[in-house]
């Protein structure tokens, strides 16, 4: 009977953690308040701490204002429904069944408290170790792996993220459209996300205008390679 039950709760723990605990293997909390709001994560930096790289305006208003909204009118769209008592990973692994308030403002909420972990005022500028060999592996150079990022970023019409991912063994470089992501099971390439890039105007237009190649290349100044390390070495 002992036995039984350790197996029972082995299987419920396997079938808990099999389920697209993407946040878990990323070391993403979605916080939420006493009420079941979600929370706006801190950025953990100062908003200045990018410079010149990203101004500290447009890191104010991207985080007090953009994300913000993502994550009020998240709460607005699953507030008395059944969503409420999903995990927003749950929600976005099935986004093609809720209502497209979920896919636009769950993504964005995912989205952008990846993005604020992404970022470092002490960038290492290069990656190293495992994932530097295995971005030599499938894309021949870091330099070429740059390159594919900055063209998926550079090529994305209007809105949207380029993302770097591990898809079956291997890095692959991708984007999406508006706040989609590809941990969606409407994205049109799946894989679990260990870099993105925000390539909306807002993120950049009030320094760059419409330079988005400068706020691309900028991008390589300001990126947390310990925390992208640190997430390809758990994952791959
Ligand atoms: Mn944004």
């Given at each position: 009977m002992k036995y039984v039950k350790l197996i029972l709760m082995g299987v419920i723990m396997l079938s808990n953690s099999?389920?697209?605990?993407?946040s878990e293997k990323l070391n993403l909390n979605f916080s939420k308040d006493d009420a079941g709001k979600y929370l706006l994560p801190e950025l953990g930096y100062s908003y200045d701490a990018l410079e010149p790289y990203i101004d500290s305006r447009t890191m104010e208003i991207h985080h007090t204002k953009h994300h913000q909204a993502y994550v009020t009118n998240l709460n607005n769209a699953i507030a008395g429904t059944e969503m409420e008592k999903l995990s927003l990973d749950e929600l976005l692994a099935n986004v093609s069944k809720y209502p497209v308030a979920v896919r636009n403002n769950g993504g964005g909420h995912w989205n952008h408290a990846f993005f604020w972990k992404l970022l470092s005022g002490n960038s290492s500028k290069t990656a190293s170790g495992k994932l530097l060999e295995q971005i030599n592996k499938d894309f021949g150079s870091f330099d070429n792996f740059k390159a594919e990022f900055s063209k998926a970023a550079m090529g994305r019409f209007g809105s949207g993220w380029a993302w770097l991912i591990i898809q079956d063994g291997k890095?692959?470089?991708?984007?999406?459209?508006?706040?989609?992501?590809?941990?969606?099971?409407?994205?049109?390439?799946?894989?679990?996300?260990?870099?993105?890039?925000d390539v909306w105007e807002h993120a950049y237009y009030l320094k760059y205008q419409n330079r988005r190649n400068e706020y691309?290349?900028?991008?390589?100044?300001?990126?947390?390679?310990?925390?992208?390390?640190?997430?390809?070495?758990?994952?791959f």
């Open positions: 099999s389920f697209a605990s993407f890095l692959v470089v991708t984007s999406t459209p508006n706040q989609d992501n590809p941990l969606m099971d409407v994205a049109e390439v799946n894989g679990l996300p260990i870099l993105g890039l691309v290349e900028n991008f390589f100044n300001v990126i947390n390679w310990e925390f992208v390390q640190s997430i390809f070495e758990k994952n």
